[in-house]
């Protein structure tokens, strides 16, 4: 018999306080709320509330039932991540505690369960502001919310099983690929085990491409095992266009007796930074360009479940068309970085911290927190460089001396990073990776000596924008990020450079905007697009999209106007802008100002607002070229009146899990199909069904729109969701939620 992964999201009792006693079997679940996860401890308003609502103690209780036929396995609870300090009890024993939000863990129960009988798990989660746990111990520009955010599992394995699985990725080429399986076994039995350990590695087809396998004498308790390298021939290389993913099944057998089965999915690839300072995929050198991410989201804090934080990696592709994403300041969550092998986005992902280092304990927690990330994340081929220092943080030669000894012990695939804020900074470092907030002021470049180099974070604090800020500021912040895109571009020995950042997010009073949250984003914090978003858009080849989008809105006025230039950002050739029917200027792309980018903005220059008389102007496009013929168009109308709200759901099939949920777009329209960009209508919500809505109800809007989600409950069926602005119909949108297929674990003795 092989492993077997039972769920363990569903039907937990939650309590909103710290009560000892609730770690007890006799302690009384009838007043407690039932929650499923990914579980935020608070649901909280998008702004203006108070970070001390989530930071208190709470209890999570799940009851449940493992029948006899368990007996003699080994029963292994796996935490995804849970902010910030766990303690763990079965039945009241305590089995052992964790601390840290963004890692996950495990404890083997097996010693603590009764089989055949009910047992409780009781999780205590402690999301005060915990100094003694990175990030914390200072001030720190973003909020940790609380609670058990990301998934919980239950693995059942044979007394010899497999704890982990890494597939070094030592050569990756296109006559021959070379993958060095290692791993951890665990032998829980009393005396020596003589096993076979195989593995095979399959194409997308399941054909067998390479095996390795060996025999092993294991004493009991832990052991690690390298085995002879799988060589493929003429790998299928996993890269942006084609992320192709092979299948390694690892299995252990005792004489023919499988025993552990895990399987993995790889990218075979090379990524390297080379001494000529550019980053190179699969020997072929590419200009990093990308955002940083944060996890959290609207009223959901960072519980987040698997389909969104999928779909955030999707955003970052192909809404914004980047290659790479940084993982700021903390490991991501599984699903997101599973979504980025999958689609071919890559990821620089860090240890978690903020300018601060505590003491020694603190960093042996940092420590820890960095073996985690790594043993846990080093199979995703998306991740291509590890962060092993404290965001900002000052220099700490003996840490950080530690931090990439551990990185390079655990994984000689890739190399380190560390974002430094100085440029003095010592480089212990594969990659000097620097936070430069200069180049928007001044222009200008200085650059340290270091190679390789890159830029990993600029903008941000420059210039916030909120999407409902005037036209002028929204052109000036895209232009500043593609000034700075453009600047990183021209200097062929810089790797790369990713902004201040992707999504607008929820941060302390000190920082931000003073209402909770931190307006650095090219998108809002419900992902939707500021101008800068379609300039990052626009950097991407037309080959895979083609865009053109003119930045700003149409307000015909005699009195008002913005500037005398229009923008378009777009990867065409060139770009025929039309006022009405009049044929205004077709350009090119404006390499003057921007000699570098891959696909610089298109200025239609001395174009006063005013030369046209408002009453006649009917339409505004932009039609985007490629070998003189159009291949894509954007068309703006002056504003109108109110006349629709439209809803527009990310998925429209959910499951029915508790927690599974979906982004609801909500946009005020005129009869064009245009978004009011400057309303802020009330929308009320009603919600049919088996799902509840998760935001505010009614909903102001920000720049005439943004998002509510939809989370399934536990029982399946059709939901309906309305939303009403005042005069207007009602707009309404149809969802799914379908059984879930899923095994979880048993409540109780099952009839
Ligand atoms: C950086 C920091 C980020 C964020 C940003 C704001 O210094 O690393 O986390 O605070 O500033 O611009």
């Known amino acids: 018999m092989s492993r077997e992964v039972l769920k363990l999201?569903?039907?937990?009792?939650?309590?909103?306080?710290?009560?000892?006693?609730?770690?007890?079997?006799?302690?009384?679940?009838?007043?407690?709320?039932?929650?499923?996860?990914?579980?935020?401890?608070?649901?909280?308003?998008?702004?203006?509330?108070?970070?001390?609502?989530?930071?208190?103690?709470?209890?999570?209780?799940?009851?449940?039932?493992?029948?006899?036929?368990?007996?003699?396995?080994?029963?292994?609870?796996?935490?995804?991540?849970?902010?910030?300090?766990?303690?763990?009890?079965?039945?009241?024993?305590?089995?052992?505690?964790?601390?840290?939000?963004?890692?996950?863990?495990?404890?083997?129960?097996?010693?603590?369960?009764?089989?055949?009988?009910?047992?409780?798990?009781?999780?205590?989660?402690?999301?005060?502001?915990?100094?003694?746990?990175?990030?914390e111990g200072n001030v720190v520009d973003y909020l940790l919310f609380g609670g058990i955010y990301r998934e919980v599992r239950l693995v059942v394995v044979e007394q010899l099983s497999i704890n982990w699985s890494y597939y070094q990725i030592q050569q990756a080429q296109t006559a021959e690929g070379v993958i060095l399986p290692q791993f951890e076994l665990v032998n829980s039995y009393a005396e020596t085990k003589e096993v076979r350990l195989e593995v095979s590695l399959l194409d997308q087809d399941h054909k067998q491409v390479g095996t390795s396998e060996q025999t092993l004498s294991l004493p009991p308790g832990s052991k690690t095992a390298t085995l002879e390298e799988i060589k493929v021939k003429q790998p299928r290389l996993w890269d942006l266009v084609n992320p192709y993913l092979y299948t390694a099944i690892a299995k252990i057998y005792e004489q023919n007796s499988l025993l552990d089965q895990v399987e993995t999915k790889i990218g075979i690839r090379s990524v390297e930074f080379k001494s000529d300072g550019k980053f190179y995929l699969n020997d072929h050198p590419l200009k990093l360009r990308g955002l940083n991410r944060h996890q959290m989201f609207p009223y959901l804090g960072n519980a987040m479940p698997a389909r969104g934080q999928r779909k955030d990696a999707e955003i970052l592709k192909y809404e914004l068309g980047l290659n790479f994403v940084r993982s700021s300041h903390y490991p991501a969550d599984p699903s997101f970085l599973d979504r980025c092998d999958e689609i071919g986005l890559l990821v620089f992902e860090e240890i978690p911290g903020w300018q601060h280092i505590g003491d020694q304990k603190w960093q042996d927690l940092a420590k820890l927190n960095l073996r985690e990330?790594?043993?846990?994340?080093?199979?995703?081929?998306?991740?291509?460089?590890?962060?092993?220092?404290?965001?900002?943080?000052?220099?700490?030669?003996?840490?950080?001396?530690?931090?990439?000894?551990?990185?390079?012990?655990?994984?000689?695939?890739?190399?380190?990073?560390?974002?430094?804020?100085?440029?003095?900074?010592?480089?212990?470092?594969?990659?000097?990776?620097?936070?430069?907030?200069?180049?928007?002021?001044?222009?200008?470049?200085?650059?340290?000596?270091?190679?390789?180099?890159?830029?990993?974070?600029?903008?941000?604090?420059?210039?916030?924008?909120?999407?409902?800020?005037?036209?002028?500021?929204?052109?000036?912040?895209?232009?500043?990020?593609?000034?700075i895109q453009d600047k990183q571009h021209g200097i062929p020995d810089m790797a790369g450079a990713s902004g201040w950042c992707a999504f607008d997010y929820n941060t302390h009073r000190e920082f931000g905007s003073g209402d909770r949250v931190c307006y650095h984003g090219v998108c809002d914090m419900f992902r939707l697009p500021k101008f800068a978003g379609y300039f990052y858009k626009s950097q991407q080849s037309p080959a895979i999209t083609p865009v053109v989008f003119i930045a700003r809105q149409m307000v015909p006025s005699f009195f008002e106007d913005y500037g005398d230039e229009i923008v378009v950002f777009s990867n065409c050739e060139e770009v025929a802008l039309y006022v009405g029917e009049q044929h205004l200027a077709t350009v090119q792309p404006n390499y003057v100002d921007f000699p570098s980018l891959p696909h610089p903005p298109f200025l239609f220059k001395e174009r006063q607002w005013r030369e046209w008389n408002p009453k006649d102007i009917t339409s505004m496009k932009a039609v985007g070229k490629i070998k003189g013929k159009k291949v894509v168009e954007h068309i703006i109308y002056p504003f109108g009146q109110p006349q629709r709200v439209e809803l527009t759901a990310d998925y429209q099939q959910l499951i029915a899990d508790g927690s599974d949920c979906t982004r609801v777009v909500v946009e005020l329209k005129d009869q064009n199909g245009q978004t009011l960009h400057l309303a802020h209508h009330p929308v009320s919500f009603e919600l049919l069904g088996p799902a509840r809505l998760i935001g505010e109800n009614p909903f102001s809007l920000e720049a005439g729109r943004g998002a509510v989600f939809v989370q399934t409950g536990r029982e399946h069926g059709r939901i309906v969701l309305k939303a009403s602005v005042a005069d207007l119909p009602t707009a309404e949108i149809r969802l799914e939620s379908k059984p879930m297929q899923e095994k979880i674990v048993p409540l109780r003795k099952e009839e």
């Not at 903008?459 to 999407?467: I, N, Q, R, V, W």
């Open 373 to 483: 990330m790594i043993i846990r994340d080093r199979n995703h081929c998306s991740i291509f460089l590890w962060g092993v220092r404290i965001n900002e943080s000052a220099d700490d030669d003996q840490f950080y001396l530690e931090t990439n000894r551990i990185a390079r012990q655990l994984d000689q695939s890739r190399p380190t990073g560390g974002v430094r804020v100085f440029r003095e900074s010592k480089f212990l470092e594969d990659v000097f990776t620097y936070n430069d907030f200069e180049y928007n002021l001044t222009g200008k470049v200085k650059l340290p000596n270091h190679r390789p180099y890159m830029i990993t974070e600029y903008m941000g604090h420059m210039y916030p924008t909120k999407s409902y800020d005037s036209i002028e500021r929204l052109i000036n912040h895209a232009l500043k990020h593609a000034m």
């Open 9 to 135: 999201n569903t039907d937990w009792f939650f309590l909103a306080d710290d009560q000892p006693e609730a770690k007890e079997v006799s302690f009384s679940n009838e007043a407690l709320e039932r929650v499923n996860l990914p579980h935020t401890n608070k649901i909280l308003p998008h702004h203006y509330f108070n970070e001390k609502d989530y930071q208190f103690v709470s209890w999570y209780r799940r009851p449940f039932y493992i029948d006899q036929a368990k007996q003699g396995k080994r029963l292994i609870v796996e935490f995804d991540g849970v902010m910030s300090g766990t303690e763990v009890y079965l039945n009241g024993e305590r089995i052992g505690e964790h601390k840290g939000g963004y890692t996950g863990f495990s404890f083997d129960l097996t010693d603590y369960i009764k089989l055949g009988q009910q047992n409780i798990l009781a999780v205590r989660v402690d999301s005060t502001r915990r100094t003694d746990i990175p990030p």
